[in-house]
C-alpha cells in the first residue's frame, strides 16, 4: 500500500488546519453560509436531510486495518455507531456536528486519511478494481496509477474549479469490475508489443443523462498518460458549459462536439501539453509501484472440507480465485436480507479490520457495490474467516445475486433525493430472502436510486430502479437491462412506475419471466438481451 | 399553515421554529404566516439556523405535521433506523411519515 512521505502528510495536516480556521470563522460569524459552503464542500462535509455528512476518502478503495479501525474509531466516538460505504468506494458518516469536523479530519490524518476530493467540481477520488493486485486476470497492479493520478489530480490548480465535479476510474483486467465506461474517464492499462499503455475512455456517466464512454485512444503509451489525462480534463475545461448545470459534464461536451472533434482537440493540446515534462521520472513511478509490491503469499493449495452447506455456498458465492496459487479473494456482502446495503456498524467495521490484518496481508478493499474484500486470504484460512464472519453477522453468501443490492441513502438521509431506497432494497431482499432462489435465478444486479442524480447505479442495474417524486408520493420506475460491467449498458424503463409495493412485486413477475423464458447457462442479462423487453413488459403490466 | 425550518449551525440538527426560539421537535412548531421570511434572516443572521427554509404544513391535534414527506421524515428521522430517530422508544412514532 501507498505510504504518504513528509509532502503528503504535510499537505494533509495544513488542510487540517486551515479547515479548522475556517469552521471557527464560521462559527464566530466571520463568514456567511454561502462564503463557507465550498469551503467545507472541499473538505467532504455536506449538510444533509438530518445532519452535517462527512464523507472520506478511500483512495482507489484501499486501505489498511489500522485506517478500518479509525473509522470504527470516528463512528463511534463522533457519530452513531456506524457509517456508510458508497458506491465510490468511500464512507460517509452521516451525523456529524460541525465543530467536531477538524478533529475528526485530524484524526483521520493521523492515519494518511482525509476527506479531499470527495466534493466540489475537482477531479474526485480516483476509483479502480476492488480486486486490484489479486486478480489473476489483469495486466498488473492499476492502484501504483491510480496513485499517481491521485498526485497528479489534489490541488491541481487547473483543474480545482472545473466545469462540474469529475471522476476517474482505472482498472487493467478485461473484466469491468469498476464500471469504468460510466466515468468522466476511464482508463484500461493494457499491453501492446511488451508495452505498458492504456485505452482512454471519456464520456461516461450516469446521472440525469447516463451516457457510456467513447473510446478516444486506442492506445496511449504509460510514459505518455498523465500528459494527455492533463490534455483531456484541459479541453474540457475550457469548453465545459459552465451557464447550465445540467450541461456541464463532459459527456454532455462529447455530445455536442462529437467524440471525433474532441479527439482532435485533444491529440492537438497533447502535443503541448508533453512538452511541457508533466510525466513523472522513472525513479518516481518506481517508488510508488514499490510501495504496492505483492504481500509473500507463500500458502500452499489445501483442499478445504465442504460438508457444512452454508460454508460450501459462501465458497462458492463470495470468494473468487486470487492470481497466486493457495490463496483467495474474499468479499464480505454488507447486504444483510433486510439490512441496509453498505452500512456497517462500528464494531462490524473493527471485524474485519482484525480479519484483514490477521488474515489478508493487512489489506482491505471497498467495492462500489457497497462491500467489503480481504484481497490476500490463505485457502487454509477460509473457514476461519467464514466462521468470524457468521459470528459479526456478515457472512451473507449472495455476492452479485439479486439481493446484493446497491442503494443510495435516498430520501431516508439525503437532501437531494426524491424517495427513499433502502426500504424498498430491504423488502426486495426479504422477498428473495431464500438463498436456494436466488441462486437459481444467479447472477442479477439489482440497482436503486433515489433521484436521478443516479448514486445507487440504478441505469447500470440488470433491474434497475428510480424513486421519483410524483405529487409528494414516492413512485418508482422500473428499469431492465442495464450493466456497468465490461459488457457495458444502459437500462430502458420499463413503463409507467409503482409504489413501494408495486414495484417489488414487479420485480417477482420479471423473474419469473426469465425462470420461463431462459435458455442453458443464460444470465438474467443474457435473456433480456436475446428476448427484448417486450415479455417482461407483458409479465409485468399484462 | 407555514412552518420555518433549517438545521442547527453546530449540531446540524434539524430545528423547527417554536415562535420565540428553536425546537428540535415538530410538534412545538409555530405558524410563522408571512412573517417567515424575517424571522429567517434575523435567526441566520445571528448563526442560530444554517439553511432557514419556509415549508407547508398542516395542523392535527398531535400538533403541525409538515405537508411533504422529505420534511416529514426531516421531522423524526429515517423511516429505516427507528433507533436514530427523536422517539426511538415509541414504536407508532413514525405512522404519521409515511
Same mark, same amino acid.
Given at each position: 500500500? @501507498?505510504?504518504?512521505?513528509?509532502?503528503?502528510?504535510?499537505?494533509?495536516?495544513?488542510?487540517?488546519?486551515?479547515?479548522?480556521?475556517?469552521?471557527?470563522?464560521?462559527?464566530?460569524?466571520?463568514?456567511? /453560509?454561502?462564503?463557507?459552503?465550498?469551503?467545507?464542500?472541499? !473538505?467532504?462535509?455536506?449538510?444533509?436531510?438530518?445532519?452535517?455528512?462527512?464523507?472520506?476518502?478511500?483512495?482507489?478503495?484501499?486501505?489498511?486495518?489500522?485506517?478500518?479501525?479509525?473509522?470504527?474509531?470516528?463512528?463511534?466516538?463522533?457519530?452513531?455507531? @456506524?457509517?456508510?460505504?458508497?458506491?465510490?468506494?468511500?464512507?460517509?458518516?452521516?451525523?456529524?456536528?460541525?465543530?467536531?469536523?477538524?478533529?475528526?479530519?485530524?484524526?483521520?490524518?493521523?492515519? /494518511?486519511?482525509?476527506?479531499?476530493?470527495?466534493?466540489? !467540481?475537482?477531479?474526485? !477520488?480516483?476509483?479502480?478494481?476492488?480486486?486490484? #493486485?489479486?486478480?489473476?486476470?489483469?495486466?498488473?497492479?492499476?492502484?501504483?496509477?491510480?496513485?499517481?493520478?491521485?498526485?497528479?489530480?489534489?490541488?491541481?490548480?487547473?483543474?480545482?474549479?472545473?466545469?462540474?465535479?469529475?471522476?476517474?476510474?482505472?482498472?487493467?483486467?478485461?473484466?469491468?469490475?469498476?464500471?469504468?465506461?460510466?466515468?468522466? &474517464?476511464?482508463?484500461?492499462?493494457?499491453?501492446?508489443?511488451?508495452?505498458?499503455?492504456?485505452?482512454?475512455?471519456?464520456? #461516461?456517466?450516469?446521472?440525469?443523462?447516463?451516457?457510456?464512454?467513447? %473510446?478516444?485512444?486506442?492506445?496511449?503509451?504509460?510514459?505518455?498518460?498523465?500528459? @494527455?489525462?492533463?490534455?483531456?480534463?484541459?479541453?474540457?475545461?475550457?469548453?465545459?458549459?459552465?451557464?447550465?448545470?445540467?450541461?456541464?459534464?463532459?459527456?454532455?461536451?462529447?455530445?455536442?462536439?462529437?467524440?471525433?472533434?474532441?479527439?482532435?482537440?485533444?491529440?492537438?493540446?497533447?502535443?503541448?501539453?508533453?512538452?511541457?515534462?508533466?510525466?513523472?521520472?522513472?525513479?518516481?513511478?518506481?517508488?510508488?509501484?514499490?510501495?504496492?509490491?505483492?504481500?509473500?503469499?507463500?500458502?500452499?493449495?489445501?483442499?478445504?472440507?465442504?460438508?457444512?452447506?452454508?460454508?460450501?455456498?459462501?465458497?462458492?458465492? !463470495?470468494?473468487?480465485?486470487?492470481?497466486?496459487?493457495?490463496?483467495?479473494?474474499?468479499?464480505?456482502?454488507?447486504?444483510?436480507?433486510?439490512?441496509?446495503?453498505?452500512?456497517?456498524?462500528?464494531?462490524?467495521?473493527?471485524?474485519?479490520?482484525?480479519?484483514? %490484518?490477521?488474515?489478508?496481508?493487512?489489506?482491505?478493499?471497498?467495492?462500489?457495490?457497497?462491500?467489503?474484500?480481504?484481497?490476500?486470504?490463505?485457502?487454509?484460512?477460509?473457514?476461519?474467516?467464514?466462521?468470524?464472519?457468521? %459470528?459479526?453477522?456478515?457472512?451473507?453468501?449472495?455476492?452479485?445475486?439479486?439481493?446484493?443490492?446497491?442503494?443510495?441513502?435516498?430520501?431516508?438521509?439525503?437532501?437531494?433525493?426524491?424517495?427513499?431506497?433502502?426500504?424498498?432494497?430491504?423488502?426486495?431482499?426479504?422477498?428473495?430472502?431464500?438463498?436456494?432462489?436466488?441462486?437459481?435465478?444467479?447472477?442479477?444486479?439489482?440497482?436503486?436510486?433515489?433521484?436521478?442524480?443516479?448514486?445507487?447505479?440504478?441505469?447500470?442495474?440488470?433491474?434497475?430502479?428510480?424513486?421519483?417524486?410524483?405529487?409528494?408520493?414516492?413512485?418508482?420506475?422500473?428499469?431492465?437491462?442495464?450493466?456497468?460491467?465490461?459488457?457495458?449498458?444502459?437500462?430502458?424503463?420499463?413503463?409507467?412506475?409503482?409504489?413501494?409495493? #408495486?414495484?417489488?412485486?414487479? &420485480?417477482?413477475?420479471?423473474?419469473?419471466?426469465?425462470?420461463?423464458?431462459?435458455?442453458?447457462?443464460?444470465?438474467?442479462?443474457?435473456?433480456?438481451?436475446?428476448?427484448?423487453?417486450?415479455?417482461?413488459?407483458?409479465?409485468?403490466? #399484462? | 399553515?407555514?412552518l420555518?425550518t433549517?438545521?442547527?449551525?453546530?449540531?446540524?440538527?434539524v430545528i423547527w421554529w417554536t415562535?420565540?426560539?428553536?425546537s428540535r421537535h415538530v410538534e412545538e412548531a409555530g405558524?410563522?404566516?408571512?412573517?417567515? %421570511?424575517?424571522?429567517?434572516?434575523?435567526?441566520?443572521?445571528?448563526?442560530?439556523?444554517?439553511?432557514?427554509?419556509?415549508?407547508?404544513a398542516?395542523m392535527t391535534p398531535d400538533g403541525p405535521r409538515p405537508?411533504?414527506?422529505?420534511?416529514r421524515?426531516?421531522a423524526l428521522?429515517?423511516?429505516?433506523?427507528?433507533?436514530?430517530?427523536l422517539k426511538?422508544?415509541d414504536?407508532?412514532a413514525?405512522?404519521w411519515?409515511?
Amino acid at each position: 500500500m @501507498y505510504k504518504y512521505d513528509e509532502y503528503d502528510q504535510s499537505m494533509v495536516d495544513a488542510r487540517v488546519e486551515e479547515f479548522r480556521d475556517q469552521v471557527q470563522r464560521r462559527l464566530a460569524g466571520q463568514m456567511t /453560509e454561502d462564503q463557507f459552503k465550498p469551503l467545507r464542500l472541499m !473538505n467532504g462535509l455536506y449538510l444533509q436531510l438530518h445532519a452535517y455528512m462527512l464523507r472520506v476518502a478511500v483512495p482507489y478503495g484501499t486501505l489498511d486495518s489500522r485506517q478500518m479501525r479509525m473509522l470504527a474509531h470516528v463512528a463511534r466516538k463522533y457519530d452513531r455507531g @456506524y457509517g456508510h460505504f458508497t458506491t465510490r468506494q468511500n464512507i460517509q458518516f452521516n451525523w456529524i456536528k460541525l465543530a467536531d469536523t477538524p478533529d475528526i479530519l485530524a484524526e483521520l490524518a493521523t492515519v /494518511e486519511m482525509h476527506a479531499i476530493q470527495t466534493s466540489g !467540481n475537482c477531479i474526485r !477520488n480516483i476509483s479502480s478494481d476492488q480486486f486490484a #493486485g489479486a486478480a489473476a486476470d489483469e495486466v498488473t497492479d492499476p492502484r501504483p496509477w491510480a496513485e499517481l493520478l491521485r498526485q497528479w489530480s489534489t490541488f491541481h490548480p487547473e483543474f480545482t474549479y472545473l466545469p462540474r465535479k469529475f471522476k476517474i476510474a482505472v482498472i487493467a483486467a478485461p473484466e469491468d469490475r469498476a464500471a469504468m465506461r460510466l466515468h468522466d &474517464i476511464g482508463i484500461e492499462l493494457t499491453e501492446r508489443d511488451g508495452r505498458l499503455g492504456a485505452k482512454i475512455f471519456v464520456g #461516461g456517466g450516469m446521472g440525469r443523462t447516463p451516457m457510456i464512454s467513447h %473510446e478516444i485512444r486506442d492506445f496511449i503509451g504509460a510514459d505518455d498518460l498523465l500528459s @494527455y489525462l492533463e490534455a483531456c480534463l484541459r479541453v474540457y475545461n475550457r469548453y465545459g458549459r459552465r451557464d447550465n448545470i445540467y450541461k456541464a459534464r463532459i459527456k454532455i461536451l462529447l455530445h455536442e462536439i462529437g467524440a471525433d472533434e474532441y479527439r482532435r482537440q485533444v491529440e492537438e493540446e497533447f502535443v503541448a501539453v508533453k512538452a511541457l515534462g508533466l510525466d513523472p521520472p522513472a525513479a518516481e513511478l518506481e517508488r510508488i509501484t514499490a510501495m504496492f509490491a505483492p504481500p509473500p503469499l507463500t500458502a500452499e493449495p489445501v483442499e478445504l472440507d465442504r460438508s457444512d452447506p452454508d460454508f460450501a455456498v459462501w465458497l462458492d458465492q !463470495n470468494v473468487r480465485p486470487h492470481k497466486q496459487p493457495g490463496h483467495a479473494i474474499v468479499t464480505i456482502s454488507l447486504k444483510l436480507i433486510g439490512g441496509i446495503p453498505g452500512d456497517a456498524s462500528a464494531d462490524q467495521i473493527d471485524v474485519m479490520a482484525d480479519l484483514a %490484518e490477521r488474515y489478508s496481508a493487512d489489506e482491505l478493499r471497498v467495492t462500489h457495490a457497497q462491500n467489503i474484500v480481504l484481497p490476500h486470504v490463505a485457502q487454509a484460512d477460509l473457514p476461519a474467516i467464514w466462521q468470524a464472519l457468521t %459470528e459479526t453477522g456478515l457472512a451473507e453468501a449472495n455476492l452479485d445475486l439479486i439481493s446484493d443490492i446497491i442503494a443510495c441513502p435516498g430520501l431516508d438521509y439525503c437532501a437531494l433525493a426524491n424517495a427513499r431506497s433502502i426500504p424498498v432494497a430491504q423488502k426486495i431482499a426479504t422477498r428473495f430472502a431464500d438463498l436456494g432462489r436466488q441462486r437459481e435465478l444467479g447472477e442479477l444486479k439489482l440497482k436503486i436510486s433515489g433521484c436521478i442524480n443516479a448514486c445507487g447505479h440504478h441505469h447500470a442495474g440488470h433491474i434497475g430502479i428510480l424513486g421519483v417524486d410524483r405529487k409528494g408520493t414516492e413512485n418508482f420506475q422500473l428499469l431492465l437491462g442495464g450493466s456497468g460491467a465490461e459488457d457495458v449498458s444502459l437500462g430502458k424503463i420499463t413503463g409507467p412506475g409503482f409504489s413501494e409495493d #408495486g414495484v417489488v412485486d414487479a &420485480i417477482e413477475r420479471v423473474t419469473d419471466k426469465y425462470l420461463e423464458v431462459r435458455e442453458s447457462g443464460e444470465r438474467f442479462l443474457d435473456t433480456y438481451r436475446r428476448v427484448g423487453m417486450e415479455p417482461f413488459k407483458e409479465a409485468i403490466y #399484462g | 399553515m407555514k412552518l420555518l425550518t433549517g438545521n442547527d449551525l453546530v449540531t446540524g440538527d434539524v430545528i423547527w421554529w417554536t415562535g420565540s426560539g428553536w425546537s428540535r421537535h415538530v410538534e412545538e412548531a409555530g405558524d410563522v404566516g408571512d412573517q417567515g %421570511e424575517p424571522i429567517a434572516l434575523a435567526e441566520e443572521g445571528a448563526r442560530r439556523v444554517n439553511g432557514p427554509v419556509i415549508i407547508d404544513a398542516t395542523m392535527t391535534p398531535d400538533g403541525p405535521r409538515p405537508a411533504h414527506i422529505k420534511d416529514r421524515i426531516r421531522a423524526l428521522g429515517p423511516t429505516v433506523r427507528p433507533d436514530l430517530t427523536l422517539k426511538p422508544a415509541d414504536p407508532n412514532a413514525g405512522s404519521w411519515v409515511i
